[in-house]
């Protein structure tokens, strides 16, 4: 019976161990809350004693939580602790009572070589949490010390705790479709006013880095970026800052922003959704917020409502639906500079918007380019709207462009491309007789160069108003749809980053071609390598020759007329005719 007993104290005291261990992981002192004493000689399992003959330990019933420790007397309590990582800083904390005071008289904390006094315990009778920050500097191990230099009355000490102090990094850990992504993690429970620096990297050595946002660690663990991150894969860490002095860095963690090239069509009713899909288009744009969710549920296509009345229906709407996925941004305004909206008013909108949605972009749409400067930081993505056929160069809209991009070089700029006939939009007395429906070729041409100016979303203009029908319009229809497929099939081509020229837009020997080199990266189902995407810009056939300055470049195929383009010393030479298109393939 005797062994059966031994043993049973044995499973007893195991399991103790092992749910105090199991329950504070990081919690690098052993028997922390001093409950274990398994050979009952009244000193806690682990922890050791160096006294005088006047030192007196004893394990008490009632402390903090649970069991206790106390001391009356001179003498010291200790533990030692390995596994301790050079150069980190630990958060110590525990639970203390003194059973009276008297001035002068103070318990000591010694660990890593530094005594620390508590001379601001001069209560008594009450527990007081401690919490102190050390750096265990050239240390691997380490010995924890309570002393008494011989206080009136006893000491009491419960819950000792040390963990490494060092942020952990929570999400984003996966795949996200937001360009606007929020940042959480976890840092130790602690008194202290510190601040903490969110930064991203291209690579997991963080050679290049970009702060995201830097704030106070009391407002939270928690913050969304201000600026859209681009598509692809990024590493992020925490940098926890105290009295402006760097003290910790987590870990990286990784994570995907998926790319996603919106090809929109405005104004599209419930009833021709599926026809719109069919077609290609993977978003619309529509008036109200009403049938989102009927349209997320029987569609699944991504969703730009125009949202002009913001009532408590509304608002609560978008708060529910700021997780989801189908929701490309809001749309807050249509052309504010030319009826008179405030930007102060637009950038409180934005500001309120973002405080009960803050995982999706506002959007509003100019068709002054040149009043981004007044609107510019009035939302998030700003898109642009000239409609130039049949009156205008089709310039217009990529000059728009440029100038968002000169102004505001890390927003996003979506191009609204026209494609309807001015005759349907008669204003006053101006009949607009002279309209008609873009060409196909000046179709063509608006689309791809809205992509070389680097509009990073597509909406055509429009598909059902009160006047103007576009599925009537058969011909054009059919060559909207047309454009439409062409753009799927060359959809990684969309997605993939610019290599050339870094900030602006080349332009061939002859001004009027606009070109752009991207290259599209391993894993695509679309061959990977270097790509031109040039286009002309007049009504008349150019022949123009192309600077390359990717090197090793041995011959270029243009792959929508499936046809072989000899390369030079620096580039290329090619005919276009009026409004043309060419994609090229570059072999090394």
């Given at each position: 019976?005797r062994i059966?007993?031994?043993?049973?104290?044995?499973?007893?005291?195991?399991?103790?161990?092992f749910?105090?261990?199991?329950?504070?992981?990081?919690?690098?002192?052993p028997?922390?809350?001093?409950?274990?004493?398994?050979?009952?000689d009244?000193?806690?399992?682990?922890?050791?004693?160096?006294?005088?003959?006047?030192?007196?330990?004893r394990l008490?019933e009632?402390?903090?939580?649970?069991?206790?420790i106390?001391?009356?007397?001179?003498?010291?309590?200790?533990?030692?602790?390995?596994?301790?990582?050079?150069?980190?800083?630990?958060?110590l904390?525990?639970?203390?009572?003194?059973q009276?005071?008297?001035?002068?008289?103070?318990?000591?904390?010694r660990?890593?070589n530094?005594?620390?006094?508590?001379?601001?315990i001069?209560g008594?009778?009450?527990w007081?949490?401690?919490?102190?920050?050390?750096?265990?500097?050239?240390?691997s191990k380490?010995?924890?010390?309570?002393?008494?230099?011989?206080?009136?009355?006893?000491?009491?000490?419960?819950?000792?705790?040390?963990?490494?102090?060092?942020?952990?990094?929570?999400?984003?850990s996966?795949?996200?479709?937001?360009s606007?992504?929020?940042?959480?993690?976890?840092?130790?429970?602690?008194?202290?006013?510190?601040?903490?620096?969110?930064?991203i990297?291209?690579?997991?050595?963080?050679k290049?880095?970009?702060?995201?946002?830097?704030?106070?660690?009391?407002?939270?663990n928690k913050?969304?970026?201000?600026?859209?991150?681009?598509?692809?894969?990024?590493?992020?860490?925490?940098?926890?800052?105290?009295n402006r002095?760097?003290?910790?860095?987590?870990?990286?963690?990784?994570?995907?922003?998926?790319?996603?090239?919106p090809?929109?069509?405005?104004?599209?009713?419930?009833?021709?959704?599926?026809?719109v899909?069919?077609?290609?288009?993977?978003?619309?744009c529509?008036?109200?917020?009403q049938n989102i969710?009927?349209?997320?549920?029987?569609?699944?296509?991504?969703?730009?409502?125009?949202?002009?009345?913001?009532?408590?229906?509304?608002?609560?709407?978008i708060?529910?639906?700021?997780?989801?996925?189908?929701?490309?941004?809001?749309?807050?305004k249509?052309?504010?500079?030319?009826?008179m909206?405030?930007p102060?008013?637009?950038?409180?909108l934005?500001?309120?918007i973002?405080?009960?949605?803050?995982?999706?972009?506002?959007?509003?749409?100019?068709?002054?380019?040149?009043m981004?400067?007044?609107?510019?930081?009035?939302?998030?993505?700003?898109?642009?709207?000239?409609?130039?056929?049949?009156?205008?160069?089709?310039t217009?809209?990529?000059?728009?462009?440029?100038?968002?991009k000169?102004?505001?070089p890390?927003?996003?700029?979506?191009?609204?491309?026209?494609a309807?006939d001015w005759?349907?939009?008669p204003?006053?007395?101006?009949k607009?007789?002279?309209?008609?429906?873009?060409?196909?070729?000046?179709?063509?041409?608006?689309?791809?160069?809205?992509?070389?100016?680097?509009?990073?979303?597509?909406?055509?203009?429009t598909?059902k108003?009160?006047?103007?029908?576009?599925?009537?319009?058969?011909?054009?229809?059919?060559?909207v749809?047309?454009?439409?497929?062409?753009?799927?099939?060359?959809?990684?081509l969309?997605?993939?980053p610019?290599?050339?020229?870094?900030?602006s837009?080349?332009?061939?020997?002859?001004?009027?071609?606009?070109?752009?080199?991207?290259?599209?990266?391993?894993?695509?189902?679309?061959?990977?390598?270097?790509y031109?995407?040039?286009?002309?810009?007049l009504p008349?056939?150019?022949?123009?020759?192309?600077y390359?300055p990717v090197?090793?470049?041995?011959?270029?195929?243009?792959?929508?007329?499936?046809?072989?383009?000899?390369?030079?010393?620096?580039?290329?030479?090619?005919?276009?005719?009026?409004?043309?298109?060419?994609?090229?393939?570059?072999?090394?």
């Amino acid at each position: 019976m005797r062994i059966f007993r031994l043993i049973g104290y044995f499973i007893f005291f195991t399991w103790i161990v092992f749910i105090s261990v199991s329950n504070a992981s990081s919690n690098l002192v052993p028997n922390p809350g001093f409950e274990v004493d398994a050979n009952k000689d009244g000193v806690p399992d682990f922890w050791g004693i160096e006294k005088n003959k006047n030192f007196q330990v004893r394990l008490e019933e009632k402390g903090k939580n649970g069991k206790c420790i106390s001391m009356l007397g001179k003498g010291i309590l200790y533990c030692k602790i390995n596994s301790i990582v050079k150069n980190k800083y630990y958060l110590l904390y525990f639970w203390i009572k003194r059973q009276n005071w008297r001035e002068g008289e103070y318990p000591i904390i010694r660990i890593f070589n530094r005594d620390v006094y508590l001379n601001y315990i001069i209560g008594w009778g009450d527990w007081i949490k401690v919490t102190l920050l050390f750096n265990s500097k050239k240390d691997s191990k380490t010995t924890l010390y309570f002393i008494n230099p011989g206080l009136h009355g006893k000491i009491y000490v419960d819950d000792v705790s040390l963990i490494e102090f060092t942020p952990q990094p929570k999400s984003p850990s996966h795949e996200i479709y937001t360009s606007f992504p929020e940042f959480s993690w976890w840092l130790p429970k602690n008194p202290y006013i510190l601040e903490a620096e969110i930064q991203i990297s291209r690579y997991s050595s963080f050679k290049k880095v970009f702060t995201v946002k830097r704030i106070i660690a009391p407002k939270g663990n928690k913050i969304t970026s201000d600026f859209p991150i681009d598509a692809g894969r990024w590493f992020w860490r925490v940098k926890i800052y105290k009295n402006r002095r760097l003290i910790t860095i987590s870990k990286p963690l990784s994570f995907d922003i998926l790319p996603f090239f919106p090809i929109g069509i405005y104004a599209v009713p419930l009833r021709y959704i599926a026809t719109v899909k069919k077609a290609g288009f993977n978003s619309i744009c529509i008036n109200g917020y009403q049938n989102i969710l009927y349209i997320i549920k029987n569609y699944n296509i991504k969703v730009l409502p125009y949202i002009s009345s913001f009532n408590n229906n509304c608002c609560e709407f978008i708060h529910n639906m700021r997780y989801s996925n189908n929701i490309l941004a809001w749309y807050i305004k249509d052309e504010p500079e030319i009826n008179m909206i405030s930007p102060l008013f637009l950038w409180r909108l934005k500001s309120y918007i973002k405080s009960i949605d803050p995982y999706h972009p506002t959007l509003i749409t100019l068709v002054r380019a040149n009043m981004v400067k007044d609107y510019g930081d009035a939302a998030d993505i700003i898109m642009v709207d000239p409609y130039p056929i049949p009156r205008r160069p089709v310039t217009w809209l990529s000059n728009s462009i440029d100038m968002v991009k000169t102004l505001f070089p890390y927003k996003p700029v979506w191009a609204v491309i026209q494609a309807f006939d001015w005759s349907a939009f008669p204003y006053g007395e101006e009949k607009r007789i002279w309209g008609r429906d873009p060409t196909y070729n000046e179709e063509r041409c608006l689309t791809y160069l809205s992509i070389i100016h680097g509009a990073r979303g597509l909406f055509y203009y429009t598909f059902k108003t009160k006047n103007y029908f576009i599925m009537d319009r058969h011909k054009h229809w059919n060559e909207v749809k047309s454009i439409i497929k062409e753009l799927n099939s060359i959809y990684p081509l969309l997605i993939s980053p610019k290599i050339y020229p870094d900030d602006s837009v080349a332009k061939a020997s002859n001004g009027a071609i606009h070109y752009i080199i991207k290259h599209v990266p391993k894993g695509f189902d679309f061959k990977s390598g270097y790509y031109v995407i040039a286009v002309n810009t007049l009504p008349t056939y150019i022949n123009s020759h192309i600077y390359l300055p990717v090197k090793n470049i041995s011959s270029a195929e243009d792959i929508l007329e499936k046809r072989k383009i000899s390369i030079y010393s620096s580039g290329l030479l090619d005919d276009f005719s009026p409004y043309q298109i060419h994609i090229y393939y570059l072999t090394n």
